[in-house]
C-alpha cells in the first residue's frame, strides 16, 4: 500500500517543520526581520504588536517605544507625524502615503487592514519603504536640469564673448564647444589639467579660465616648469627662510605660491617638473600650504591651480618619471585642445588677425592670395598657432609684393611651379607630383567647407568630377 504523501496544509507538515507554536513565532520573526523593508503591524484597535529592525533603523524609534502603544498616543505625542493604520482602520482599505521621520529618512507608508470572517479588522499590516535614496537622486536631477538650461542659455553668451575677445580667435565650431565647456568649469574653482600639442594655446585657455571665474581680481602667475632650474625651482615656487641657503637673501623670500595667495597658479610643463619636487606640489594642491625651504610652519594659501602639458601623464606615470598620486590629484577636470589641424575653420580667421596685426606693427598693407590661403588649409602645421603666427610675420616681413602668395610661405616650396624646375638630369614623376597636390586640395576644400558642391565650387570643379577624385584618393595607398 502506497504512503500518503504529507502536503504543506497538513496539520502533521506542520508540525514536523515547527515543531512548535514557538519554534513557528521565531521563524516567521526571523523572516520578517530580514526584509529590507520596514514592517509595522497593529491590532483592529491600532495598539502596536510588532515592529521589525528595518523598521527601526529607517524610522530611529525603537520596539520598546512603539509596541503596546496606540497609534492615537504616538500620533498625538509627535512620534510619528501621520498614521497610515488610522486611516486605513478609518477608510477600511488600504492607504498608501509619504512620511518623514526623526532620522530625516523619508518613506512610502502602505498601510493594509486585515479582515476576519465576520467582516472585523483584526490586523493592520504597514509596510515602510525607504525612499531617501530616491529623492536624493531627484534632487539631483532637478539640479543638473536647472543648469543644463541655464548653460544652454550662456551658449550664444559664450559664442559673442569668445569672438569679441582679443586673446582668442575662435571660427570652428568644435572649439566653439570647447570653450562652452571651460566657461562653465572656470566659474567651479576646480583644479583644471590642459593637455595638447605645443602651440595650441594652452596658455591662452588658462587666461580664460582665470578671467571668468571668481578669483579673476586677484594674480595670475605663470610657472613655467621647464624653465626654472632644478636647484633652484624649489626655492622659487614656495620660498626659504632667512640663511636657508648660502647666498639666500638675509631676510627670506616667499615663494611663488604665497605670493599668488587668492589667485590663481599656471604650472605650463607640468611634465618637467622633477620627481622630487612632484611630492611638494602634491602637498600644497592636497592641503592649501607650503612650507619654505630651512623653515618649520605651515604657511596657509588659497590658490587655484590650472596645469597644462603636451607630454603623455599617463605614459610618464607607467615609466615612473610621473606621480601616479598627483597625477589624479591634477586630474580633476582635463580639457584637451585640438591642433589646427583638426579645426581647420580656424586657420582663416588665425591668418586674417595676424595680418592685421604685422600690417599695423610694419607699417604696411600686404594681403594673402587664395592659393596661399590655400596652401595654408592643405598644411599640417606641426606647430600649431604659435607657428602660423610666424609664418604670417615672415611672410610679411619677406614677401616682394604686395600679395604674399604660395611660394612666400616657408613649406611650400612645392607650390610654385617655377621653385620646380628639374636639376639637369634629373627624372621627375610629374603626375604623381600632380595628383599629390590635387589630393592634399581637395582634402583641404572638404574639411573647410564640409559639402562636395561648396568645395568643388571652392575649386572651380564640378561636384562630380570633385566627388570622383576624392573617393579615388580616399582609396589609394
Known amino acids: 500500500m502506497a504512503q500518503k504523501q504529507e502536503r504543506p496544509g497538513d496539520g502533521n507538515w506542520a508540525g514536523r517543520m515547527f515543531g512548535s507554536l514557538q519554534e513557528a513565532y521565531d521563524r516567521l520573526r526571523a523572516i520578517v526581520d530580514s526584509s529590507y523593508d520596514g514592517i509595522y503591524i497593529t491590532d483592529g484597535r491600532a495598539v502596536t ?10 524610522t530611529g524609534l525603537r520596539a520598546d517605544e512603539v509596541v503596546g502603544r496606540s497609534m492615537w498616543d504616538l500620533e498625538r505625542d509627535e512620534i510619528i507625524s501621520k498614521s497610515g493604520t488610522l486611516l486605513a482602520l478609518a477608510q477600511r482599505a488600504p492607504v498608501t502615503l509619504e512620511q518623514v521621520f526623526r532620522t530625516g529618512r523619508h518613506a512610502l507608508i502602505s498601510s493594509t487592514p486585515a479582515f476576519n470572517d465576520q467582516g472585523e479588522i483584526v490586523l493592520v499590516v504597514t509596510n515602510v519603504r525607504d525612499m531617501t535614496e530616491l529623492r536624493e537622486l531627484q534632487e539631483k536631477y532637478r539640479q543638473t536640469a536647472a543648469l543644463t538650461e541655464r548653460y544652454q542659455s550662456e551658449a550664444e553668451y559664450v559664442r559673442k564673448q569668445v569672438l569679441a575677445s582679443a586673446d582668442l580667435i575662435v571660427a570652428d565650431t568644435r572649439m566653439l564647444a570647447l570653450l562652452e565647456q571651460v566657461k562653465r568649469v572656470a566659474a567651479l574653482d576646480a583644479t583644471v589639467l590642459l593637455l595638447g600639442e605645443t602651440g595650441v594655446g594652452k596658455e591662452k585657455i588658462a587666461k580664460y579660465i582665470y578671467k571668468n571665474s571668481a578669483r579673476k581680481d586677484e594674480r595670475f602667475l605663470t610657472i613655467n616648469c621647464g624653465a626654472i632650474s632644478p636647484t633652484l625651482i624649489e626655492s622659487e615656487l614656495f620660498g626659504y627662510e632667512r640663511g636657508a641657503f648660502t647666498g639666500a637673501n638675509r631676510e627670506g623670500k616667499m615663494g611663488l605660491f604665497e ?5 590663481t597658479v599656471f604650472l605650463d610643463e607640468i611634465g618637467e617638473l622633477p620627481l622630487e619636487m612632484q611630492v611638494r606640489l602634491l602637498r600644497v ?9 630651512g623653515g618649520t610652519r605651515d604657511i596657509p594659501i588659497s590658490v587655484r591651480v590650472i596645469a597644462a602639458t603636451n607630454r603623455d601623464l599617463e605614459a610618464m606615470v607607467r615609466e615612473k618619471t610621473f606621480r601616479e598620486d598627483l597625477f589624479y590629484r591634477l586630474n580633476v577636470v582635463p580639457i584637451r585642445i585640438p591642433p589646427l589641424r583638426e579645426r581647420q575653420a580656424d586657420i582663416p580667421a588665425f591668418v586674417e588677425h595676424f595680418l592685421a596685426h604685422f600690417n599695423q606693427k610694419y607699417d604696411t598693407h600686404k594681403e594673402f592670395a587664395r592659393d596661399a590661403v590655400r596652401a595654408m588649409l592643405a598644411y599640417e602645421w606641426p606647430g600649431n598657432v604659435r607657428e602660423l603666427k610666424n609664418v604670417v610675420e615672415r611672410a610679411v616681413i619677406l614677401s616682394g609684393g604686395q600679395v604674399i602668395r604660395p611660394e612666400d610661405l616657408p613649406f611650400c616650396p612645392a607650390w610654385s611651379p617655377g621653385l620646380f624646375a628639374p636639376e639637369p638630369g634629373e627624372t621627375v614623376d610629374l603626375k604623381a607630383l600632380t595628383e599629390q597636390f590635387e589630393a592634399r586640395f581637395i582634402r583641404a576644400a572638404y574639411e573647410t567647407h564640409g559639402s562636395i558642391r561648396k568645395a568643388a565650387a571652392s575649386l572651380s570643379m564640378d561636384p562630380a568630377t570633385f566627388l570622383r577624385k576624392k573617393k579615388k584618393y580616399e582609396t589609394d595607398p
Open 285 to 293: 594642491l592636497q592641503e592649501q600650504t607650503v612650507q619654505r625651504v
Open 49 to 58: 504588536l510588532w515592529v521589525n529592525r528595518a523598521y527601526e533603523e529607517i
Open 259 to 263: 605670493v599668488a595667495d587668492k589667485g
